[in-house]
């Protein structure tokens, strides 16, 4: 069986979850606290950065990195196309939510949300959040005039970006301003095998 090492806490582990659950893949999760410093041991063994999600495949080899691992386990799947010029317009916005998205928009929620310290990240917040309404821009640019991100189906694309923008306003993020993104986001909660995020260190 696979095995994830996972935080209930994370987007990054949230696309995963969701992603297995859509194919109907069952897992064993091993919770890990990314809080915890210094990083754990067997995490480390197995992924240079430390960091989650990581997942274990069933031939025994470890993958990290959320979207290395949703390109994994999509492919074959209706959730990323066949053809070339579809995965490269995957690949295009999975670069785009690991370069211009998630690093603002997880990490200012990681401030304000889950350490709760956005006083002492207060100069560096402010950058973030500014940019993290730019990568929210670009996105409510194509949603604008296309239903999903690529080819107009749901694809990892979708889970990807949609993983840490449904929860942006936890990183002071107004979504009010961008009201294409907040119908993409509805349509996404309403795809077949859909679950909501785990929302509590214990989840
Ligand atoms: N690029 C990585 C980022 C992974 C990442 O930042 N994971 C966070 C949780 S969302 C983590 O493990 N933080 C704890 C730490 O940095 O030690 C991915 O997409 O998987």
Redesign the pocket.
């Known amino acids: 069986m696979l095995r994830l090492y996972d935080?209930p806490?994370?987007?990054?582990?949230y696309?995963v979850r969701l992603l297995l659950a859509q194919l109907g893949i069952a897992y064993e999760r091993v919770h890990?606290d990314?809080?915890?410093?210094p990083?754990p041991p067997a995490l480390l063994r197995h992924n240079p950065?430390?960091?989650?999600?990581l997942l274990q495949l069933e031939d025994g080899r470890f993958l990290?990195?959320?979207?290395?691992?949703l390109w994994h386990l999509a492919t074959g799947s209706r959730y990323l196309p066949d053809e070339d010029d579809g995965r490269q317009r995957v690949l295009q916005w999975l670069f785009f939510e690991?370069n211009g998205h998630?690093p603002n928009i997880?990490v200012a929620r990681?401030w304000i949300s889950i350490l709760k310290r956005p006083q002492q990240y207060a100069a560096p917040l402010e950058l973030r959040q500014r940019a993290g309404h730019g990568a929210l821009a670009v996105m409510e640019r194509w949603l604008g005039e296309h239903a999903f991100f690529v080819s107009d189906r749901y694809s990892i694309a979708d889970i990807a970006l949609y993983a840490y923008t449904h929860v942006a306003r936890e990183g002071g993020f107004d979504l009010d301003r961008f009201p294409a993104v907040c119908q993409w986001i509805a349509r996404v909660e309403a795809q077949p095998g859909w679950v909501p995020m785990l929302r509590t260190a214990h989840d």
């Open positions: 935080s806490l994370s987007g990054n582990c696309k890990v990314i809080t915890a410093d990083r950065t430390g960091r989650v999600p990290p990195e959320s979207n290395a691992i690991q998630e997880a990681y």
